[in-house]
Every structure is written in structure tokens, then in C-alpha cells.
């Protein structure tokens, strides 16, 4: 029996915050045929603006990362990270970022002190300020210590014109470094898996990668994105949907961890569907790809960037890995939540 | 015994998100000493920056209110309501909204589907589009149904300076409507008193209203502010410190309904301490200040707008009401928190 609530939603889901497929229908179902206008249906965190004919980058991201403290940061810092990124894979310099902080009663000054201390130091890195913001105190219990959300404003570098309708076959995907780092340090933070393990989030502002690999091949970037919740392979098959062609990466050639891999085994999870937080995945025309990546590999944090793939005709709207031993395999979306809450 | 940690905060209560004296102590002892810059300092919600000659208004607003559904509105109107007015008493129209969801696993597919409908039909009343967003999930009980953080990015009306700095002795005072409804609205929704009244909140986009003052007395417009928060008696003794000079109210000319001054005699409580979220105040030269009230009076909703005061120089940084058998009273920021959530 077919029906027209057929993919209503009747309640929500911790999967419907994961990021994978999920998300994307929560997202398409519900929120964006509400809110429709031509901006929105690109259905990006980060949205274009023109101002009195300059082209601005805006972003909005919630932080309810679990534990607020881990190895390599803080809920403080990757609120200041999350939103710089958001615009650095926009293509913008960040020029203000904002920070609304949902508190919860109980928790303690010193803890509120050392994100607030944390964010601070994230912005002074990056060069950026906070400029304002807002405070709001709930009930004890209600906001599980605290929630960050960052708005950030970019302007966008005129270099630029990124979108998944610019991509060709033959362009190239380029990796900034190792995935996975930071979703595996927060399951491991949470002491859930009786695993112990060298690994540090990789949290981190993207600005300093971006500006190399703009400086070095700015003509043939066509498109940016951070592979945050859901991971590579959420990010390429959405790039893939919306460009309508296929994305064949090497298995081989993606970076990982050896820490990474041995727990993505255990818990049978694809290292392509864990959480970054300071990796970026850029499609570059081939003839500007030599010199992206030695670019990236110039600057401190991208030693580990890597050529992993390339944009093909067929099959259509599909993202593939091709194994050490020549065979493929189709890589979908992130389906579920094996890991909430983290970012 | 001095002590450097004299106003050290322990731990968070829920005074700290009232928007009174605890918020203001929370802000300037800890959170705006780390995050120090120069467009921050001045505390305010919304703040001004210059993007290639153009001055621009930001804002960020998180909104918890309790419950989801009140009479007059709803936490998704109000987070569209309350981005809005601060953009418009920043002197600004508004461009762009972007909204962050945080929901809590459980929560029904029916309530976020009225809330973002609620969302965007305050959108399509305004003008205004929700440009990007972001949607996380927590575990059920972390987030009481729902939170909505609202970031909002106006365009500043070349006409205005507006600023403490600005105000001159035998200014007036503006205010746009009944004072306390939403505080009460919110009160009497929650059920924990004991009475029934036919009372709604002021929920609404400010942005008529502001535009009929600009046009009828821009030369003369000093400042504006929305009392949500805290209310009347927090934003005037926010700009009493802030100017220095003394904000005398006429008692009898502050517009309250007998159901909110009802409620707020059982209660113990001052309606010039109580939330708005439908109202501005404007401190507007003398000349322009009849002009301005016709404005309002000609505009639908603005009907009850009243010159309450004025501004004077002594005693400095203080607000006075003047009671209508002559004698007069100081009226002080809220301290505690008599209606926690109430946005």
C-alpha cells in the first residue's frame, strides 16, 4: 500500500543526526521543501551570498560532541574548527565567526572557562575573532554539560568558482591527510571499547592547506568539501549525486592510520564512513594536480596529502574503490549511526 | 579576606541565562575577558563589521524556551522573530537567516515538521530566507525536545548611527508597545500557577515597525534595543551605564495589560522585568519624538507605542521611574531568575 507519509518521519532517530543517509532525508523530507528558496537547495551548511557585490560565505554548525574533552581538543576548539572549515572548503577567509552557548545548570566555571579558553586559543591561531554571541542556561541534565553553535562569515576569494556542475572526467581527488582520526578518538575517549590507543583527533583549522592549494592551482579547483560526520565516502557520494558521474578511488592510496584501521576492523566500520575534523577532499583539474600536491606537502600538517582517485564518466552518480587487486567495490553512504555525537 | 577568585563562578546556575545581573557577570568575568577583540567588547548580540564598504550587522541567538508551543507562537517562530529584531534594532534589514536544530532522539516527526513550518512561515511574513543550517541528534532527555540557535546577517541602514555614545540630555524615550505579555504568556502556559488568562506572547517581526520609525525620524534615532531577557528595566540600566546620564520613566506611560500587571502583583514581580519578544525601545531626540510616535501609531501593531521617559543628567548610570503621586524609585537590572527558559 503506497501512501503519501510513506517516508514521513515519525520520530527522530539518533541516526537522523549522523550525517549518512539519514540526515539526508530528514533534510530533503522534512526540513528544506518547508524552508525552499533558490539558496537553501544546495542544501549546504554554508551558503553564497552577494553583498553590494561581494561575494560572502555564511555557516552554521552545532556542536554536541561526547566527552567535551578529548585527546587533540575540545568541544571549544572544534566549534572554532568546524565553522573555519566550513568556509575554507567554501572557498572564503573567515572575518568573523559568532558562538550561541546552550548551558546546562551544574556545570562548572572551570570547565565553561577551559572551552571558552579553548576557543579563544583556536580563534587566535586561525586569526579570527568571535564578535558576539549569545548564552542560554538550561535545567541540570538537559544539555548534557554544554552545546556550541558557530556561525562563521567568509569572503569568498575571487579566484574561485566552486560546484559539483564544474567537475570533467579525469579530474583528480585530492586528500589533505590520514581519515578517521578524529571519529576514533572519540569512541576510544569514551571508553566504551576496551581498546587503548596512540591517536589524537585531528581537529584543526584547514585555512593553511587551503591557502597553499589555492596559491598553487586556484584555476583548476572545481570544487572542496570537509568529510566530517559520514566521513569520505558520505561527502563523495553526495558530490557524486550532484554531479551525476563516478568517483573511483585506489583503496590503496587513501592514508590511514594503522591505529584507525585495526578499530575500524574490530567494530566492522569503514575507515571511509569515520568522522574528520581537519581533513579536506578537493577535485582538481589533472594538469594542476602535480602541483596541488606538492603544495599541500610543503605545509606543516599536509605531508600525509594524497592523490586518491578520479572523477569518471560511468557509472553514473556512483562512488567506487578499486582494491590492491584490481576488483571494486561500490562505497555507499554512511547508513545508521555507529558512532553519535561526534562533533 | 580579598581574594582574586572573589567573582569566580562555581558552577553555572540558572540565573546565568536569565539576561540579567548573573548573565552579565557570567559574560564580562569570563567569557568576553578570553575571547577580547575589539568589536566584541561592546557585549551586545549583534555586532557590526565593514565587509569591502559595506557595513553589515551579524547575530546569534540560541532559544530553549519551555514549552515548545505557546499561545501566540512557538520556539521556531521565536527563533526567527528574535534574529530578525535584533538585526532591526542594530538598524540593519535583514538579509539572510541561518538556523542550527538540535534535537533529541525521540522527539516526534510531527513537532519538528509544525516547528520548521512555524519557521518558515515567519520567514515568508519577514521577507527573509533561511539560507543554510545544521541538524545534530542527541540521546532522548538531552535537549528537552528541542534547541534552536539562529544566526542572522543584515545590511545597515545608511541613515543611522546608533550608539549609547550618541544620547544627549532631554532625549526621549520610545517604547513600541505593552510591556510583559510573552514573560506571562510563558508563565500561565507552563501551568504552574494557578490562573487562566486571555493572554498571548508579542511574538513578531519588529521590522514595520522600525522601518516606519526610520523613516519618519532616522536624523534623529540614537539607539535601539529589544527588551527580551531581563526586559525593560535590564536594557535601560544597560544604557544608563553605558551613557552615563540618568533614564527617568513616567510610570503611568508604560503600557502594561491588566493581565500581566495582574499576574506580576501574585507574583512579586516588576512588568518592566519581564520578556518581550514583540518590542523595541528607541531613545530618539526631542525634536523628532512626536513625528516618530505618529509613525508607530499609523502602523499595524503599533498602535500603543508611548514616549515613557526621558533622558537626564543625574544621578549618572541610573534608571528612576517616576511614580504617579510624584515620588520616585530606582529600577535595577533583574537579578536571579523568576522565569527561567522563557526563550
Same mark, same amino acid.
Request: aromatic share 2%; charged share 20%.
Given at each position: 500500500?503506497?501512501? !503519501? @507519509?510513506?517516508?514521513?518521519?515519525?520520530?527522530?532517530?539518533?541516526?537522523?543526526?549522523?550525517?549518512?543517509?539519514?540526515?539526508?532525508?530528514?533534510?530533503?523530507?522534512?526540513?528544506?521543501?518547508?524552508? %525552499?528558496?533558490?539558496?537553501?537547495? !544546495?542544501?549546504?551548511?554554508?551558503?553564497?551570498?552577494?553583498?553590494? =557585490?561581494?561575494?560572502?560565505?555564511?555557516?552554521?554548525?552545532?556542536?554536541?560532541?561526547?566527552?567535551?574533552?578529548?585527546?587533540?581538543?575540545?568541544?571549544? @576548539?572544534?566549534?572554532?574548527? *568546524?565553522?573555519?572549515?566550513?568556509? %575554507?572548503?567554501? /572557498?572564503?577567509?573567515?572575518?568573523?565567526?559568532?558562538?550561541?552557548?546552550?548551558?546546562?545548570? #551544574?556545570?562548572?566555571?572551570?570547565?565553561?572557562?577551559?572551552?571558552?579558553?579553548?576557543?579563544?586559543?583556536?580563534?587566535?591561531?586561525? #586569526?579570527?575573532?568571535?564578535?558576539? =554571541?549569545?548564552?542560554? +542556561? +538550561?535545567?541540570? #541534565?538537559?544539555?548534557? /554539560?554544554?552545546?556550541?553553535?558557530?556561525?562563521?562569515?567568509?569572503?569568498?576569494?575571487?579566484?574561485?568558482?566552486? *560546484?559539483?556542475?564544474?567537475?570533467?572526467?579525469?579530474?583528480? +581527488?585530492?586528500?589533505? =591527510?590520514?581519515?578517521?582520526?578524529? /571519529?576514533?578518538?572519540?569512541?576510544?575517549?569514551? /571508553?566504551?571499547?576496551?581498546?587503548? %590507543?596512540?591517536?589524537?583527533?585531528?581537529?584543526?583549522?584547514?585555512?593553511?592547506?587551503?591557502?597553499?592549494?589555492?596559491? !598553487? %592551482?586556484?584555476?583548476?579547483?572545481?570544487?572542496?568539501?570537509?568529510?566530517?560526520?559520514?566521513?569520505?565516502?558520505?561527502?563523495?557520494?553526495?558530490?557524486?549525486?550532484?554531479? *551525476?558521474?563516478?568517483?573511483?578511488?585506489?583503496?590503496?592510496?587513501?592514508? +590511514?592510520?594503522?591505529?584507525?584501521?585495526?578499530?575500524?576492523?574490530?567494530?566492522?566500520?569503514?575507515?571511509?564512513?569515520?568522522?574528520?575534523?581537519?581533513?579536506?577532499?578537493?577535485?582538481?583539474?589533472?594538469?594542476?594536480?602535480?602541483?596541488?600536491?606538492?603544495?599541500?606537502?610543503?605545509?606543516? =600538517? *599536509?605531508?600525509?596529502?594524497?592523490?586518491?582517485?578520479?572523477?569518471?564518466? !560511468?557509472?553514473?552518480?556512483?562512488?567506487?574503490?578499486?582494491?590492491?587487486? #584490481?576488483?571494486?567495490?561500490?562505497?555507499?553512504?554512511?547508513?545508521?549511526?555507529?558512532?553519535?555525537?561526534?562533533?
Amino acid at each position: 500500500m503506497l501512501s !503519501s @507519509s510513506k517516508h514521513r518521519i515519525e520520530q527522530i532517530e539518533m541516526a537522523h543526526g549522523a550525517g549518512g543517509k539519514a540526515t539526508r532525508r530528514l533534510i530533503e523530507g522534512l526540513i528544506t521543501p518547508a524552508l %525552499a528558496n533558490p539558496v537553501l537547495e !544546495s542544501l549546504s551548511d554554508s551558503a553564497l551570498l552577494t553583498v553590494e =557585490g561581494t561575494r560572502i560565505a555564511t555557516t552554521a554548525d552545532g556542536f554536541v560532541v561526547k566527552p567535551l574533552r578529548f585527546p587533540g581538543g575540545s568541544i571549544g @576548539s572544534l566549534a572554532v574548527h *568546524g565553522t573555519i572549515n566550513d568556509l %575554507a572548503v567554501s /572557498g572564503a577567509r573567515p572575518i568573523a565567526l559568532m558562538s550561541a552557548l546552550i548551558l546546562e545548570a #551544574g556545570l562548572s566555571g572551570e570547565v565553561l572557562e577551559r572551552e571558552i579558553a579553548a576557543m579563544a586559543q583556536a580563534c587566535a591561531n586561525a #586569526g579570527v575573532h568571535i564578535v558576539g =554571541g549569545d548564552t542560554k +542556561v +538550561v535545567e541540570h #541534565g538537559m544539555a548534557d /554539560g554544554m552545546y556550541i553553535t558557530t556561525f562563521g562569515i567568509g569572503i569568498v576569494d575571487e579566484r574561485l568558482t566552486l *560546484g559539483a556542475q564544474n567537475l570533467r572526467c579525469g579530474d583528480r +581527488v585530492l586528500l589533505s =591527510g590520514p581519515v578517521g582520526d578524529h /571519529g576514533i578518538t572519540i569512541l576510544l575517549a569514551r /571508553g566504551e571499547l576496551d581498546l587503548e %590507543a596512540e591517536i589524537e583527533s585531528d581537529t584543526r583549522a584547514l585555512t593553511p592547506l587551503v591557502d597553499a592549494l589555492c596559491a !598553487s %592551482a586556484a584555476p583548476g579547483l572545481r570544487w572542496m568539501r570537509d568529510p566530517t560526520r559520514g566521513g569520505v565516502a558520505t561527502v563523495l557520494n553526495e558530490l557524486a549525486r550532484d554531479c *551525476g558521474m563516478a568517483i573511483v578511488i585506489e583503496e590503496e592510496a587513501v592514508p +590511514v592510520r594503522d591505529v584507525v584501521r585495526g578499530a575500524c576492523e574490530i567494530l566492522g566500520l569503514d575507515p571511509l564512513h569515520i568522522a574528520n575534523e581537519g581533513q579536506f577532499i578537493a577535485i582538481v583539474a589533472p594538469e594542476y594536480a602535480d602541483a596541488a600536491l606538492s603544495a599541500l606537502h610543503a605545509v606543516a =600538517g *599536509g605531508e600525509e596529502a594524497a592523490l586518491i582517485g578520479e572523477i569518471q564518466a !560511468s557509472p553514473p552518480a556512483t562512488v567506487l574503490t578499486r582494491t590492491r587487486y #584490481g576488483g571494486t567495490r561500490i562505497v555507499d553512504m554512511l547508513v545508521g549511526d555507529p558512532l553519535p555525537r561526534i562533533c
